[in-house]
RNA sequence: GUGAGUGUAGCUCAGAUGGCAGAGCACUGGGUUGUGGCCCCAGUGGUCGUGGGUUCAAGUCCCAUCACUCACCCCA
């Protein structure tokens, strides 16, 4: 019986991993320029942590996280995102006794019990940033101006930016009640699946994607009429930093979020070319989150990058060019393969990648097997050379071979590769 | 959780009507007895997803099951 990857897990194969780091490190360096610093946080939870955080009513606490209980009988959750760590460990710590602003950042896998398709595994990656203790539409738009930076150094640029406000609390509910009210003029008419929200959450009804529910909601009342003074003053701001710093953006009333702690700015990066999954980035303010936690009262704004479709927007363009070995050793019978295995190890201690192979083939196997790793030269040794002293050293872009004396080979090698 | 599609070599896929399991790429070797890529020749590699059933005979037909893919749902 044959071992697999349960389902929703996949491997992250060596020729896919340079595309990974590539992107991590871009990242990295991007949030860097920002003042931006990592936290790193752990893979479980208390299940308690999210079920409070995202709120007990959304699919990913209902039906989505993974959890169990540990040997002690407590009850935890592989984590299915980010921020509910982040602040859990910001208040553990008290880093709000230090600087009033934190920027941070963290990436890693997430768990989330759904059925796989594209752009959707059980385990995915995510590329987590908050800003804590700001409340302005500054720290938003640039937030969103970083994170399309970000995409843009990628390579990415056809992309969507939808922005959307849903409000404090206090819009919300009159907000609720007038949609609900719209609504009952066509239950009859909408999917079951929205009569179904009307009554458990309305605001959902914005993003179903039956056509006759997409044509109701066209002339339903939205969240952005429904904005109190200071909101509507944050989202007007917004706007205009967004337009100041250059961005294209669309205003999306119908823009929700699965995530109950979101309040007022919210936003999504969206992408034509990934099909149903098609949001590569989300996020939004949560100011109240952190007085939920029982931490002290503290603004905040974050999103998540979902790696994995990142990615594969990123397979599907050119690869910077390999990189290969600075040395492949081609030995030929058993004194030379032993010189060169020590040749290697010296080299290495060195700091110059060299590789030969084990495997006693002839010098055309050999040959092509420096070839496909790339290699930049090759040293040539065989009986022959041993008796004179002597390697071969062949130049694989230019073909040029030259004789080098071996007991200076190491160094000779090293002089070469360091340049 | 629901629906549809697909499972044959490491990869991409052919195998109407049941009758000896194939191709291209990759890999190994040779052409060049010690020189890579291109070309030519040859070779290695398969419990045909799994388990039952029908049949003289099943990759092919039937049933079940598992996995993958896409979509719904939901979200990054």
């Known amino acids: 019986m044959q071992y697999k990857a349960v389902r929703g897990f996949k491997d992250i194969l060596p020729d896919q991993v340079g595309t990974w780091t590539r992107f991590e490190q ?9 003042g931006y610093r990592e936290i790193r946080i752990p893979i479980l939870e208390s299940m308690e942590l ?9 699919d990913i606490v209902s039906k989505e996280m993974y959890t169990f209980r540990d040997r002690r009988g407590n009850h935890l959750a592989m984590r299915p995102e980010a921020t509910a760590s982040i602040l859990r460990a910001f208040i553990e710590h008290k880093l709000y006794k230090g600087s009033p602003v934190h920027k941070l950042y963290t990436m890693g896998p997430m768990f989330r019990y759904e059925r796989p398709q594209k752009g959707r595994r059980r385990q995915f990656h995510q590329i987590d940033v908050e800003i804590i203790g700001d409340p302005g539409p500054r720290s938003d738009s640039e937030l969103i101006y970083m994170i399309m930076q970000l995409f843009s150094s990628l390579g990415l640029d056809d992309l969507e930016l939808h922005i959307n406000s849903l409000g404090c609390p206090t ?62 003053q944050h989202f007007k701001q917004l706007e205009d930093y ?122 055309k196997a050999q040959m092509r097997h420096a070839d496909r790793l790339h290699a930049k030269r090759v040293l040539i040794v065989g009986d022959d050379e041993l008796a004179k002293g002597s390697g071969i050293l062949r130049d694989m872009s230019t073909k040029e071979q030259r004789e080098v004396p071996l007991d200076t080979v190491v160094d000779e090698i090293a002089r070469l590769s360091h340049r």
């Not at 979101?262 to 098609?278: S, W």
Request: proline content about 4%; glycine content about 10%; some cysteine.
């Open 26 to 34: 871009e990242a990295k360096r991007i949030f860097g320029l920002f």
């Open 171 to 232: 819009d919300r509910g009159p907000f609720r009640s007038k949609l609900k009210d719209y609504l009952k003029d066509y239950t009859s008419q909408l999917c079951p699946d929205c009569q179904e929200r009307m009554e458990t959450n309305p605001l959902r009804v914005f993003d179903c994607k039956v056509d006759r529910c997409i044509e109701i909601m066209k002339d339903a009342p939205t969240m952005l009429d429904f904005l109190c003074e200071d909101c509507a």
């Open 50 to 58: 999210f079920a409070r955080g995202i709120g007990e009513d959304t």
């Open 242 to 363: 967004l337009t100041q710093l250059g961005m294209d953006y669309v205003v999306n009333s119908h823009l929700m979020r699965g995530l109950d702690y979101y309040t007022r700015t919210t936003f999504e990066v969206q992408t034509p070319e990934l099909g149903a999954q098609n949001a590569i980035a989300g996020g939004g303010r949560y100011d109240n989150l952190m007085a939920d936690f029982d931490g002290p009262a503290t603004p905040a704004i974050g999103f998540a990058i979902g790696q994995e479709r990142v990615i594969e927007l990123l397979e599907g363009r050119e690869e910077a060019g390999e990189q290969g070995p600075d040395l492949f050793v081609a030995a030929l019978g058993t004194d030379a393969e032993d010189r060169a295995f020590v040749w290697l190890q010296e080299m290495r201690k060195k700091g110059i990648w060299c590789e030969m192979d084990y495997r006693s083939s002839g010098l």
